[in-house]
């Protein structure tokens, strides 16, 4: 009897194991967008107005945060590298740069497919302090191997949206 007894405990055992391994596996697990990525003029929607788009980004991620570094053209034709380091927590984390200060902002989409990142940013111009908002959405496609950016921002100049695809690299 006591033999039984423990064959059935095994038993149970394993099977909770298993379903307890099922449902990890099951759970949804935020799309990683570490490596570089090349900017795709021709398959991105830019929208009107001048967007500036990075040329190309480095990505740095893991659980905690996420560091993107953009390779643009400046108004000079010189090329700049910036770089922001946000954590995935949800909550506000603050940088300042040459440019002034940003507050950023990531949270995953309710799917858990995108990731959503909210920019506030305050500078000096000219002796005027002026606001820039942006809301990017990133989400991975075509296996990994495409970056797609949602992107809208807002300032006194008014709201421009693009989409932005780079190719992995």
């Not at 033999?3 to 799309?31: D, R, W």
């Not at 922001?84 to 989409?109: P, R």
Request: aromatic fraction near 8%; charged fraction near 30%.
């Amino acid at each position: 009897m006591k033999q039984k007894h423990s064959f059935q405990l095994f038993t149970l055992g394993v099977i909770c194991s298993f379903l307890l391994a099922s449902a990890g596996s099951l759970e949804a697990k935020n799309p990683d967008f570490s490596g570089k990525w090349k900017f795709n003029e021709t398959e991105s929607a830019m929208g009107e107005g001048r967007f500036f788009a990075a040329e190309e980004m480095t990505v740095t991620q893991d659980g905690k945060t996420i560091t993107i570094e953009r390779t643009r053209a400046g108004r000079d034709g010189q090329m700049r590298t910036t770089s922001e380091t946000i954590t995935l927590d949800g909550k506000e984390n603050v940088e300042e740069s040459e440019f002034g200060k940003s507050t950023y902002k990531a949270t995953w989409s309710a799917d858990q497919n995108s990731l959503v990142i909210e920019t506030e940013t305050e500078f000096q111009r000219q002796g005027d302090t002026f606001t820039m908002s942006r809301k990017e959405t990133w989400s991975l496609a075509e296996g990994e191997k495409v970056l797609k950016i949602e992107s809208v921002s807002s300032s006194q100049r008014g709201t421009r949206s693009a989409t932005l695809i780079y190719n992995r690299l």
